[in-house]
């Protein structure tokens, strides 16, 4: 076959961070897509019994930049400065012991260069060598103390055949060799992220003895059996019972989603569950004396596109049914916030939380863009604001008593930070651990915006305008769109956000309907009808800044990934508006993703039916079935390993049918890179992908000479700015 010329996909630009000027001694630069290799993350802060301390996860991207670090740091409550408690790279999970003298982590090491198993440590509070407590085969993680102390609950895929193999294998030096053949079953058989499922491994409850000593370490015991999941442990309130949730359906996707609260004797025995419901119980927390339980849930019924998460409260007693707290407030359950600075590694995700008379209960409610914490009276329902501001409260943590709160904070201009909550609301700041990067840097304060849409409704959104912003020059305009698509923008650090306004562009980020945080209705607007309106809410926020007169309406771009990728596609195909578009991780094809994603579509959700059932509908509401109309420039940007919106179902439909148009298209690609690329990817990828992304923005809306994405050997196109076609 005659050899092609290929196209250009995958080329390092970090000379263009040359053409940004030096700033002079003590004055403020313009952040850079390369500032990510400096940012610190806190994750899963965890405050000492009596209030003194808090243990966190410390997150750094390692030496080659290639993937991320994690720590053990601690921090006073009495203002003294933090300390380092463990040296890493993979430790996570900090839990203090009920007497607050020890601590139990998960720390991952490395065999041959590759990094094994986490194992459970145990670690002096005041310092001193960490031993392990736990050597199982496929590791184990979730820790939990028992109220005395003497042993921790976790989560093990490990079988007996595991530990068999392993001793074999140490025994005789020769490894068994397992077929690497998959025999597939089930329709969910891989998890974006993590890899293909493994039927023979599940996630069971373990209990060890916790010595005081390393040399009088015993071996763990498993508690629970069978071909379920089970999700993180908790004690009952008298150490006789373990606590934890889980989907006992051997095929879920047969049915709306549902799991349930169960509990077994911590000596092992029958399964008893507690709380059962039309939906799904998330993450929870047992109330003083253990007679009450509080989740984070959603009923599941009946199917809908949207099922807006609640709090919850339940008895204990077997089979109990839940009753949700304050009904009337239509908000979000949860810390909801979309973002890109969220921490990629060490995270876990925090539970409502009790006061120590069993009144009240303290939960982070989502609302309009913001995440704060809220309390909620439970015998009346009435809540009030525990903290309040534009911010997004993404971590918590409390004493078993309440009375002393932690919160981890994010807003437009900070990644995230540890304070201390005061009786009275009023925060007092534990950590800065970003002031000497984002001293020197020049962030932009975003403007809310409220606009009507089409029909009257109105729609929240944000402006991020360059740092030397002029209102009376005229700007290019990118407008990002959020995934999900049921998913909110909001009061959170967004760099891809910065980075754009710092190269001289306006930036506009919409909640268009189906958003969440704005209550159920408007999150579950758009179900049978995506994309649809909510593309021209969108619109109408372009509209909306047009009219302010800082916007060049001929240099528009669009981007979004995820489900603002099928809405990016879905624009350009139905407008041409838009002088330049990058669409990531996206979907052309609706009909070929039912078939491949990592999550199925079986129940009335999203489509009424399978796409031979409903083919008229999945081919109107699929991008692809526009591609003609296309002529605007598009970018394309996929993840190698992307099992949530395999490219074979977006980006690679969209770019071939547009090289056989004949339209100005590119694909750029990420090996092993999955869905979290924009999030959790490895760093250089992470720097990368927003560089193409401006790069592309810059060809097409400034007019700048770079000739990365030519063919090779053919002559350079002509770059125009304007609206495509026009």
């Known amino acids: 076959m005659r050899r092609r010329t290929r196209v250009l996909i995958i080329v390092p630009c970090l000379w263009l961070l040359s053409l940004v000027p030096a700033p002079l001694a003590g004055e403020k630069r313009p952040i850079t897509e390369q500032d990510l290799f400096r940012f610190v993350w806190i994750a899963d802060p965890q405050i000492s019994p009596d209030g003194s301390r808090v243990a966190y996860v410390r997150v750094t991207v390692n030496e080659k930049k290639e993937g991320y670090e994690t720590q053990i740091w601690m921090v006073s409550t009495r203002g003294e400065p933090p300390a380092r408690l463990t040296g890493g790279p993979r430790d996570a999970s900090p839990r203090w012991s009920p007497d607050g003298r020890r601590l139990v982590f998960t720390r991952s090491l490395e065999d041959g260069g590759q990094p094994q198993p986490p194992q459970l440590y145990v670690l002096p509070a005041h310092g001193g060598e960490a031993w392990p407590v736990t050597s199982l085969p496929k590791g184990a993680g979730a820790p939990a103390w028992s109220p005395d102390g003497s042993r921790v609950a976790f989560l093990s895929g490990t079988t007996d055949e595991d530990i068999a193999r392993a001793g074999k294998k140490k025994g005789s030096g020769d490894a068994e060799r397992e077929s690497d053949v998959r025999v597939v079953?089930?329709?969910?058989?891989?998890?974006?992220?993590?890899?293909?499922?493994?039927?023979?491994?599940?996630?069971?409850?373990?209990?060890?003895?916790?010595?005081?000593?390393?040399?009088?370490?015993?071996?763990?015991?498993?508690?629970?059996?069978?071909?379920?999941?089970?999700?993180?442990?908790?004690?009952?309130?008298?150490?006789?019972?373990?606590?934890?949730?889980?989907?006992?359906?051997?095929?879920?996707?047969?049915e709306l989603p549902t799991s349930a609260l169960y509990a077994v004797p911590a000596a092992g025995g029958e399964i008893t569950r507690v709380v059962a419901m039309e939906g799904v119980v998330g993450p929870f927390r047992l109330g003083p004396g253990g007679r009450q339980v509080t989740f984070v849930g959603a009923v599941t019924r009946p199917p809908r596109s949207y099922d807006q998460p609640r709090l919850f409260v339940s008895d204990t007693t077997p089979d109990s049914r839940p009753h949700p707290m304050a009904p009337d407030l239509d908000r979000d359950a949860g810390s909801?916030?979309?973002?890109?600075?969220?921490?990629?590694?060490?995270?876990?995700?925090?539970?409502?939380?009790?006061?120590?008379d069993g009144r009240f209960i303290i939960a982070a409610v989502s609302d309009q863009g913001t995440a704060n914490l809220r309390r909620f009276d439970v015998k009346e329902g009435r809540t009030r604001m525990v903290t309040s501001g534009d911010q997004e409260v993404s971590g918590w943590t409390a004493t078993p008593d309440g009375s002393h709160i932690v919160v981890l904070v994010s807003t437009p201009t900070s990644i995230g930070d540890l304070y201390l909550v005061e009786p009275d609301g009023t925060p007092t700041r534990l950590t800065d651990v970003n002031r000497e990067l984002f001293s020197g840097l020049r962030l932009g304060e975003p403007e809310e915006i409220r606009y009507a849409s089409f029909d009257g409704r109105t729609i929240q959104a944000w402006a991020l305008k360059p740092p030397d912003f002029d209102p009376r020059r005229k700007y290019p305009l990118i407008l990002?769109?959020?995934?999900?698509?049921?998913?909110?923008?909001?009061?959170?650090?967004?760099?891809?956000?910065?980075?754009?306004?710092?190269?001289?562009?306006?930036?506009l980020y919409p909640n268009p309907r189906g958003s969440t945080t704005y209550g159920q209705e408007f999150g579950?607007?758009?179900?049978?009808?995506?994309?649809?309106?909510?593309?021209?809410?969108?619109?109408?926020?372009?509209?909306?800044?047009?009219?302010?007169?800082?916007?060049?309406?001929?240099?528009?771009?669009?981007?979004?990934?995820?489900?603002?990728g099928v809405l990016t596609n879905w624009l350009i195909g139905h407008s041409t508006r838009f002088a330049a578009a990058v669409s990531q991780r996206s979907i052309a094809d609706w009909s070929a993703w039912w078939y491949t994603a990592d999550f199925t579509l079986f129940q009335p959700t999203w489509f009424r039916g399978a796409p031979w059932e409903q083919a008229d509908d999945f081919r109107a509401r699929s991008p692809l079935s526009y591609v003609s109309e296309i002529r605007t420039p598009l970018m394309l940007i996929e993840g190698e390993a992307d099992y949530r919106t395999p490219p074979a179902t977006g980006g690679e439909e969209m770019f071939r049918a547009l090289k056989y148009l004949h339209r100005p298209v590119v694909m750029v690609r990420f090996p092993g890179e999955s869905h979290e690329l924009s999030r959790s990817g490895g760093p250089w990828h992470r720097v990368e992908r927003l560089q193409h992304i401006i790069n592309w923005f810059d060809i097409y809306l400034k007019s700048k000479e770079l000739h990365i994405y030519d063919i090779e050997g053919a002559e350079a196109p002509r770059k125009t700015a304007g609206p495509a076609g026009g």
């Open 185 to 254: 079953t089930l329709a969910v058989y891989r998890e974006d992220g993590e890899g293909y499922a493994d039927p023979k491994h599940h996630s069971h409850i373990w209990t060890v003895a916790v010595p005081a000593e390393a040399d009088n370490a015993t071996a763990p015991k498993r508690v629970t059996t069978g071909p379920f999941d089970e999700g993180a442990p908790a004690w009952s309130a008298d150490g006789t019972r373990i606590y934890f949730t889980s989907d006992r359906n051997l095929e879920p996707y047969y």
């Open 336 to 356: 909801g916030i979309i973002g890109d600075q969220h921490a990629p590694r060490g995270g876990a995700g925090p539970s409502p939380f009790w006061t120590a």
């Open 480 to 507: 990002d769109i959020h995934g999900g698509p049921h998913a909110a923008y909001g009061y959170n650090f967004f760099h891809e956000f910065q980075t754009m306004a710092a190269r001289g562009y306006v930036v």
């Open 524 to 564: 579950n607007i758009i179900q049978y009808r995506y994309p649809g309106d909510d593309a021209r809410d969108l619109l109408a926020g372009i509209d909306e800044l047009v009219r302010r007169g800082y916007v060049d309406e001929t240099k528009l771009g669009v981007t979004g990934g995820s489900g603002g």
